[in-house]
């Protein structure tokens, strides 16, 4: 089983900002595309941000421009960087890895972290 450790939520005001972190296994994340997804209350999960090994982004539209994401392959982290955030990105924000193994593709998940924007 592969874990993924995860920090940095908590509570902001709206307009203000929270880094993520997610760090895992080495010989796992550097073969990873490693994501950030998130899930409000009564919501579907959905994408936030992901990262190829190779350093390709994608975003969801409604993050454009605020989130970054970014790994640190030295410390086998993947970051999410969130500025002005508002009301709706209050959700539970899980990392991701998906990679290609011997066996076929694999993914597996964090346990999450809350993050509430709220005034």
């Known amino acids: 089983q592969v874990q993924l450790v995860e920090s940095g939520g908590g509570l902001v005001q709206p307009g203000g900002s929270l880094r993520l972190s997610c760090a895992t296994e080495?010989?796992?994340?550097?073969?990873?595309?490693m994501g950030w997804y998130r899930q409000a209350p009564g919501q579907q999960r959905e994408l936030v941000a992901t990262i190829t090994s190779g350093g390709v982004t994608n975003y969801e539209d409604s993050v454009k421009g605020r989130f970054t994401i970014s790994r640190d392959n030295a410390k086998n982290a993947v970051y999410l960087e969130m500025n002005s955030l508002k009301s709706e990105d209050t959700a539970f924000y899980y990392c991701?890895?998906?990679?290609?193994?011997?066996?076929?593709?694999?993914?597996?998940w964090g346990q999450g972290t809350q993050v509430t924007v709220s005034s």
């Open positions: 991701n890895t998906r990679f290609l193994s011997s066996l076929g593709w694999r993914e597996y």
């Open positions: 080495r010989d796992i994340f550097i073969i990873s595309t």
